[in-house]
Protein backbone atom coordinates (compact mmCIF):
# COMPACT_ATOMS: atom_id res chain seq x y z
CA UNK A 1 0.00 0.00 0.00
CA UNK A 2 1.57 3.40 -0.95
CA UNK A 3 1.90 6.28 1.18
CA UNK A 4 1.87 10.16 1.17
CA UNK A 5 3.79 12.96 3.24
CA UNK A 6 1.67 15.65 3.99
CA UNK A 7 2.77 18.63 6.25
CA UNK A 8 0.26 20.96 8.52
CA UNK A 9 1.75 24.57 8.60
CA UNK A 10 0.52 26.68 11.48
CA UNK A 11 -1.02 30.07 10.45
CA UNK A 12 1.21 31.90 13.09
CA UNK A 13 3.43 33.96 11.33
CA UNK A 14 2.79 37.21 8.86
CA UNK A 15 2.16 36.35 5.27
CA UNK A 16 5.06 38.89 4.81
CA UNK A 17 7.06 38.25 7.25
CA UNK A 18 7.90 34.86 6.38
CA UNK A 19 4.79 33.31 6.70
CA UNK A 20 4.13 32.36 2.64
CA UNK A 21 7.67 30.93 2.07
CA UNK A 22 6.86 27.54 4.04
CA UNK A 23 3.97 26.91 1.87
CA UNK A 24 5.85 27.46 -1.50
CA UNK A 25 8.68 25.40 0.33
CA UNK A 26 6.23 22.72 1.06
CA UNK A 27 6.04 22.20 -2.74
CA UNK A 28 9.06 22.50 -3.74
CA UNK A 29 10.13 19.75 -1.23
CA UNK A 30 7.21 17.36 -2.64
CA UNK A 31 4.90 17.42 0.13
CA UNK A 32 1.36 15.61 -0.98
CA UNK A 33 -1.00 18.45 0.70
CA UNK A 34 -0.44 20.87 3.13
CA UNK A 35 -2.78 21.48 5.70
CA UNK A 36 -3.39 24.17 8.26
CA UNK A 37 -5.32 24.47 11.67
CA UNK A 38 -8.91 26.16 11.42
CA UNK A 39 -8.63 27.72 14.92
CA UNK A 40 -9.55 31.38 16.23
CA UNK A 41 -6.26 30.57 18.08
CA UNK A 42 -5.24 27.35 19.34
CA UNK A 43 -2.82 26.34 22.58
CA UNK A 44 0.58 27.72 23.76
CA UNK A 45 -0.07 30.02 20.57
CA UNK A 46 -3.24 32.08 22.06
CA UNK A 47 -1.12 35.28 23.37
CA UNK A 48 0.79 36.05 19.90
CA UNK A 49 0.00 36.09 16.38
CA UNK A 50 -2.80 33.77 14.70
CA UNK A 51 -4.18 33.76 11.00
CA UNK A 52 -7.75 32.78 9.86
CA UNK A 53 -6.93 29.82 7.72
CA UNK A 54 -9.51 30.46 4.68
CA UNK A 55 -7.90 33.27 3.55
CA UNK A 56 -4.25 31.50 4.36
CA UNK A 57 -5.07 28.36 2.05
CA UNK A 58 -6.51 31.46 -0.55
CA UNK A 59 -2.51 33.05 -0.40
CA UNK A 60 -1.31 29.92 -0.18
CA UNK A 61 -3.34 28.64 -3.45
CA UNK A 62 -1.79 31.71 -5.64
CA UNK A 63 1.47 31.66 -3.99
CA UNK A 64 1.60 26.96 -5.06
CA UNK A 65 0.26 25.63 -8.68
CA UNK A 66 0.52 21.44 -7.71
CA UNK A 67 0.34 21.54 -3.77
CA UNK A 68 -2.71 20.40 -2.34
CA UNK A 69 -3.84 22.48 0.44
CA UNK A 70 -6.30 21.82 3.04
CA UNK A 71 -7.59 22.30 6.38
CA UNK A 72 -6.79 19.62 9.62
CA UNK A 73 -9.45 20.67 10.94
CA UNK A 74 -12.53 22.74 10.43
CA UNK A 75 -15.16 21.87 13.60
CA UNK A 76 -18.79 23.27 14.42
CA UNK A 77 -17.21 25.14 17.01
CA UNK A 78 -17.27 28.58 15.44
CA UNK A 79 -18.79 27.63 11.75
CA UNK A 80 -21.87 27.83 10.20
CA UNK A 81 -22.58 25.35 7.37
CA UNK A 82 -24.05 27.91 4.84
CA UNK A 83 -21.12 30.57 4.67
CA UNK A 84 -18.65 27.97 5.11
CA UNK A 85 -19.49 26.29 1.91
CA UNK A 86 -19.67 29.25 0.03
CA UNK A 87 -15.69 29.82 1.30
CA UNK A 88 -14.97 26.72 0.30
CA UNK A 89 -16.30 26.41 -3.28
CA UNK A 90 -14.68 29.88 -3.76
CA UNK A 91 -11.44 28.65 -2.39
CA UNK A 92 -11.40 25.65 -4.59
CA UNK A 93 -12.27 27.80 -7.57
CA UNK A 94 -9.10 29.72 -6.58
CA UNK A 95 -7.13 26.99 -6.16
CA UNK A 96 -7.68 25.28 -9.25
CA UNK A 97 -9.42 22.34 -7.31
CA UNK A 98 -6.99 21.47 -4.54
CA UNK A 99 -8.62 22.06 -1.58
CA UNK A 100 -8.91 19.26 0.88
CA UNK A 101 -11.59 19.90 3.86
CA UNK A 102 -10.59 18.26 6.86
CA UNK A 103 -13.30 18.10 9.28
CA UNK A 104 -13.88 17.29 13.01
CA UNK A 105 -16.36 17.41 15.68
CA UNK A 106 -14.26 20.30 17.58
CA UNK A 107 -13.20 19.92 21.21
CA UNK A 108 -12.85 22.38 24.43
CA UNK A 109 -10.29 24.47 23.27
CA UNK A 110 -10.60 27.92 23.00
CA UNK A 111 -13.01 27.83 20.13
CA UNK A 112 -15.13 26.72 21.97
CA UNK A 113 -16.21 29.52 24.30
CA UNK A 114 -14.97 32.17 21.98
CA UNK A 115 -18.61 33.61 20.45
CA UNK A 116 -19.92 33.70 24.27
CA UNK A 117 -21.43 30.21 24.19
CA UNK A 118 -20.78 27.00 27.03
CA UNK A 119 -18.49 24.97 25.98
CA UNK A 120 -20.98 21.63 24.44
CA UNK A 121 -20.76 18.32 26.11
CA UNK A 122 -18.87 15.38 24.25
CA UNK A 123 -22.44 14.13 23.45
CA UNK A 124 -23.67 17.98 22.17
CA UNK A 125 -20.70 17.82 20.09
CA UNK A 126 -21.20 14.56 18.46
CA UNK A 127 -25.28 15.74 17.64
CA UNK A 128 -23.86 18.72 15.82
CA UNK A 129 -21.22 17.19 14.07
CA UNK A 130 -23.63 14.64 12.93
CA UNK A 131 -26.04 17.55 11.02
CA UNK A 132 -22.96 19.83 10.15
CA UNK A 133 -21.57 17.15 8.14
CA UNK A 134 -24.50 16.23 5.61
CA UNK A 135 -25.94 19.60 5.74
CA UNK A 136 -22.56 20.96 4.35
CA UNK A 137 -22.47 18.16 2.00
CA UNK A 138 -25.92 19.35 0.50
CA UNK A 139 -24.59 22.45 0.12
CA UNK A 140 -21.59 21.50 -1.62
CA UNK A 141 -23.22 19.53 -3.99
CA UNK A 142 -26.42 21.21 -4.94
CA UNK A 143 -26.99 24.24 -6.56
CA UNK A 144 -30.05 24.80 -3.88
CA UNK A 145 -30.56 23.84 -0.30
CA UNK A 146 -33.27 24.59 1.99
CA UNK A 147 -32.82 22.62 5.69
CA UNK A 148 -34.61 23.20 8.73
CA UNK A 149 -32.68 21.12 11.61
CA UNK A 150 -32.21 21.15 15.28
CA UNK A 151 -28.74 22.93 14.95
CA UNK A 152 -28.68 24.47 11.63
CA UNK A 153 -30.86 25.75 8.91
CA UNK A 154 -30.49 26.89 5.27
CA UNK A 155 -33.30 28.60 3.14
CA UNK A 156 -32.76 28.25 -0.51
CA UNK A 157 -28.62 28.75 -0.10
CA UNK A 158 -27.45 29.28 -3.65
CA UNK A 159 -24.22 27.24 -4.46
CA UNK A 160 -23.56 27.92 -7.89
CA UNK A 161 -21.13 26.43 -9.95
CA UNK A 162 -20.37 24.43 -7.39
CA UNK A 163 -16.51 23.41 -6.54
CA UNK A 164 -14.22 22.59 -9.04
CA UNK A 165 -14.08 18.78 -7.77
CA UNK A 166 -16.90 17.14 -8.73
CA UNK A 167 -19.14 15.89 -6.98
CA UNK A 168 -17.48 18.03 -4.64
CA UNK A 169 -14.14 18.91 -2.95
CA UNK A 170 -13.43 15.61 -0.87
CA UNK A 171 -13.53 15.19 3.02
CA UNK A 172 -11.28 14.40 5.56
CA UNK A 173 -13.22 13.21 8.51
CA UNK A 174 -11.72 13.15 12.11
CA UNK A 175 -13.01 10.62 14.20
CA UNK A 176 -12.23 7.83 16.93
CA UNK A 177 -16.48 7.33 18.32
CA UNK A 178 -18.65 5.44 16.27
CA UNK A 179 -20.85 8.38 15.45
CA UNK A 180 -17.78 10.12 14.36
CA UNK A 181 -16.64 6.60 12.33
CA UNK A 182 -20.02 6.38 10.77
CA UNK A 183 -20.27 9.76 9.36
CA UNK A 184 -16.34 9.79 7.69
CA UNK A 185 -17.42 6.00 6.29
CA UNK A 186 -20.69 7.74 4.68
CA UNK A 187 -19.21 11.00 3.44
CA UNK A 188 -15.21 11.24 3.65
CA UNK A 189 -13.03 10.29 0.81
CA UNK A 190 -10.47 10.09 4.12
CA UNK A 191 -10.61 9.53 8.14
CA UNK A 192 -8.40 11.40 10.55
CA UNK A 193 -6.77 10.61 13.29
CA UNK A 194 -4.54 11.88 16.20
CA UNK A 195 -4.15 8.11 18.05
CA UNK A 196 -5.70 7.74 21.13
CA UNK A 197 -5.11 10.85 23.62
CA UNK A 198 -5.41 8.61 26.67
CA UNK A 199 -2.05 6.85 25.96
CA UNK A 200 -0.22 10.37 25.67
CA UNK A 201 1.02 10.73 28.83
CA UNK A 202 1.22 7.69 29.94
CA UNK A 203 1.29 5.14 27.20
CA UNK A 204 3.51 3.40 25.30
CA UNK A 205 4.28 3.41 21.23
CA UNK A 206 3.31 -0.23 21.39
CA UNK A 207 0.10 0.59 22.73
CA UNK A 208 -0.66 3.16 20.37
CA UNK A 209 0.14 0.86 17.41
CA UNK A 210 -2.67 -1.07 18.96
CA UNK A 211 -5.24 1.54 19.66
CA UNK A 212 -4.82 2.58 16.28
CA UNK A 213 -5.04 -0.88 14.95
CA UNK A 214 -8.57 -1.16 16.40
CA UNK A 215 -9.76 2.40 15.32
CA UNK A 216 -8.96 1.15 12.18
CA UNK A 217 -10.61 -2.25 12.56
CA UNK A 218 -13.89 -0.02 13.63
CA UNK A 219 -13.82 2.05 10.70
CA UNK A 220 -13.72 -1.04 8.87
CA UNK A 221 -16.72 -1.77 10.57
CA UNK A 222 -18.58 1.04 9.54
CA UNK A 223 -17.78 1.00 6.01
CA UNK A 224 -19.20 -2.83 6.17
CA UNK A 225 -22.34 -1.41 7.55
CA UNK A 226 -22.91 1.04 4.61
CA UNK A 227 -21.58 -1.85 1.93
CA UNK A 228 -18.57 0.43 1.21
CA UNK A 229 -14.90 -0.99 0.73
CA UNK A 230 -12.64 0.35 3.14
CA UNK A 231 -10.08 0.49 0.88
CA UNK A 232 -11.65 3.14 -1.25
CA UNK A 233 -11.21 5.63 2.49
CA UNK A 234 -7.73 6.74 2.45
CA UNK A 235 -6.22 6.36 6.62
CA UNK A 236 -4.61 9.89 7.47
CA UNK A 237 -2.37 9.68 10.66
CA UNK A 238 -2.01 13.58 11.90
CA UNK A 239 1.55 12.73 13.81
CA UNK A 240 3.19 14.71 17.24
CA UNK A 241 0.00 13.37 19.87
CA UNK A 242 1.13 9.83 19.95
CA UNK A 243 3.12 8.66 23.01
CA UNK A 244 6.46 8.95 20.70
CA UNK A 245 5.97 12.40 21.21
CA UNK A 246 9.22 13.49 19.36
CA UNK A 247 11.27 10.35 18.78
CA UNK A 248 10.32 10.11 15.05
CA UNK A 249 11.70 13.08 14.06
CA UNK A 250 15.16 13.05 15.87
CA UNK A 251 16.37 11.15 12.09
CA UNK A 252 15.92 10.31 8.98
CA UNK A 253 15.92 6.95 10.12
CA UNK A 254 13.58 7.13 13.34
CA UNK A 255 11.07 8.53 11.33
CA UNK A 256 11.30 6.19 8.35
CA UNK A 257 11.44 3.10 11.04
CA UNK A 258 7.89 5.19 12.47
CA UNK A 259 5.91 5.72 8.90
CA UNK A 260 7.23 1.76 8.26
CA UNK A 261 5.18 0.84 11.12
CA UNK A 262 2.14 2.70 10.52
CA UNK A 263 2.10 2.37 6.92
CA UNK A 264 1.87 -1.63 7.41
CA UNK A 265 -1.30 -0.73 9.61
CA UNK A 266 -2.93 0.57 6.87
CA UNK A 267 -2.20 4.74 6.74
CA UNK A 268 -1.88 6.22 3.69
CA UNK A 269 -1.18 9.49 4.91
CA UNK A 270 1.15 10.47 7.80
CA UNK A 271 1.27 14.41 8.19
CA UNK A 272 3.97 15.90 10.38
CA UNK A 273 4.15 19.61 11.92
CA UNK A 274 6.51 22.45 9.98
CA UNK A 275 9.19 23.48 12.31
CA UNK A 276 8.36 26.04 14.89
CA UNK A 277 11.24 26.59 17.01
CA UNK A 278 10.84 26.54 20.85
CA UNK A 279 7.50 25.22 20.72
CA UNK A 280 6.61 21.83 20.63
CA UNK A 281 7.48 21.42 16.90
CA UNK A 282 10.75 22.24 17.35
CA UNK A 283 12.82 20.07 14.99
CA UNK A 284 16.07 20.43 13.18
CA UNK A 285 15.70 21.55 9.59
CA UNK A 286 17.95 19.17 8.16
CA UNK A 287 16.10 15.86 9.87
CA UNK A 288 12.78 17.85 8.25
CA UNK A 289 14.44 18.25 4.84
CA UNK A 290 15.48 14.70 4.62
CA UNK A 291 12.42 13.15 5.74
CA UNK A 292 10.73 15.38 3.36
CA UNK A 293 12.68 14.28 0.49
CA UNK A 294 13.75 10.72 1.36
CA UNK A 295 11.25 9.05 3.55
CA UNK A 296 9.49 7.88 0.29
CA UNK A 297 12.09 6.25 -1.04
CA UNK A 298 13.55 4.29 1.87
CA UNK A 299 10.00 3.01 2.39
CA UNK A 300 9.80 2.00 -1.65
Not at 15 to 33: C, D, I, N, S, V
Not at 252 to 270: C, K
Amino acid sequence: MSLRLSTVILPHRRWHEGGGTAWTRAEQLGFHTAYTYDHLSWRTFRDGPWFGAIPTLTAAAAATERLRLGTLVTSPNFRHPVPLAKDLISLDDFSGGRITLGIGAGGNGFDATALGQEPWTPKERADRFAEFVPLLDRLLTEDSVSYEGDFYSAHEARNIPGCVQRPRLPFAVAATGPRGMRLAARHGQAWVTTGDPRLYETGTPEQSVEALRGQLERLGDACAALGRDPGGLDKVLLTGFTPDRGAPFASLDAFVDFAGRHQELGFTELVIHWPIPDSDFAMDEKVFDAIATETLAQLA
